[in-house]
């Protein structure tokens, strides 16, 4: 059984990663983000959990992650300057 430490370090770890790969501008899919979840912590990760990762990273964190439907893939939107 995993300890609750464990669990928040995989979260964290996680959670970059999906940023990175979002911020990289390839407009990653969700099956290449899990993909890449794999590849770099060697754990599998559910495609709901991964949209709760993204849900998480909007809403709590602040980045505008969208879904662009015609590159079938997710990327970030460039803050507005003043």
């Not at 940023?19 to 794999?38: F, H, M």
């Not at 662009?68 to 003043?82: F, H, K, L, W």
Request: net charge positive.
């Amino acid at each position: 059984m995993r300890t609750r430490a464990k669990q928040n370090y995989l979260l964290v770890e996680r959670l970059m990663i999906v940023q990175d790969a979002i911020e990289n501008g390839n407009y990653p899919s969700i099956t290449s983000l899990r993909n890449k979840v794999l590849d770099r912590l060697g754990a599998d990760v559910s495609i709901p959990t991964l949209r709760r990762d993204l849900d998480f990273l909007r809403s709590r964190i602040g980045i505008d992650i969208r879904y662009d439907t015609y590159r079938q893939g997710y990327y970030i939107e460039p803050a507005v300057s003043n």
